[in-house]
């Protein structure tokens, strides 16, 4: 199912609420098209405020982003591998997040109780390959963050050995 209620709005249609995201994305529904207008993009989150930074895909906007990560931020987590973001952020701010891996790793047994998703539908070829090729520097960016996060966690991991 799509979520159709982001951002505070709402489905004026009821055709919408039972439709799976293979088919929002076949049907070139607006909701599933990746387009500035339609999305909240993290790479045009870490681009600014430029208005080339607005650009569907552009790729002023990825360089601006990926600068801005090098040169704004010590440390950019990635979801999907959240232990590997807690664990890099308490050795380059543990100021602030000592123990945070710790108390995760305690809590992880509710919370993944409360996040999983068992009813994850299959997703075929076709349509992820229709999505990357709408969101490509934008998983370009994703892809940078995420490289970037496994450099630190090696270099934090080398300097504890």
Same mark, same amino acid.
């Given at each position: 199912?799509? /979520?159709?209620?982001?951002? %505070? %709005?709402?489905?004026?249609?009821?055709?919408?609420? =039972? #439709?799976?995201?293979?088919?929002?994305?076949?049907?070139?529904?607006?909701? $599933?098209?990746?387009?500035?207008? =339609?999305?909240?993009? @993290?790479?045009?989150?870490?681009?600014?405020?430029?208005? *080339?930074?607005?650009?569907? =895909?552009?790729?002023?906007?990825? =360089? *601006?982003? #990926?600068?801005?990560?090098?040169?704004?931020?010590? !440390? !950019? %987590?990635?979801?999907? &591998?959240?232990?590997?973001?807690?664990?890099?952020? +308490?050795?380059?701010?543990?100021?602030?997040?000592?123990?945070?891996?710790?108390?995760?790793?305690?809590?992880?047994?509710?919370?993944?109780?409360?996040?999983?998703?068992?009813?994850?539908?299959?997703?075929? &070829? +076709?349509?992820?390959?229709?999505?990357?090729? @709408?969101?490509? /520097?934008?998983?370009?960016?994703?892809?940078? $963050?995420? @490289?970037?996060?496994? *450099?630190?966690?090696?270099?934090? *991991?080398?300097?504890?050995?």
């Amino acid at each position: 199912m799509v /979520n159709f209620t982001r951002a %505070g %709005g709402g489905c004026d249609q009821v055709v919408y609420i =039972n #439709m799976d995201f293979s088919t929002c994305v076949l049907q070139n529904y607006d909701e $599933c098209r990746f387009e500035p207008e =339609n999305a909240w993009s @993290q790479m045009m989150f870490f681009c600014g405020m430029d208005k *080339r930074c607005n650009e569907k =895909n552009g790729e002023w906007a990825l =360089n *601006r982003a #990926m600068e801005n990560v090098d040169k704004y931020y010590s !440390v !950019v %987590g990635v979801l999907e &591998e959240l232990d590997l973001s807690l664990e890099v952020f +308490e050795a380059y701010i543990p100021r602030v997040f000592a123990g945070a891996k710790e108390t995760y790793v305690k809590a992880e047994e509710k919370l993944g109780i409360i996040n999983k998703n068992e009813g994850k539908p299959k997703i075929s &070829e +076709e349509v992820k390959e229709l999505v990357r090729n @709408q969101m490509g /520097n934008e998983i370009k960016f994703y892809e940078f $963050c995420k @490289q970037r996060l496994h *450099r630190q966690a090696e270099f934090t *991991r080398g300097l504890s050995h």
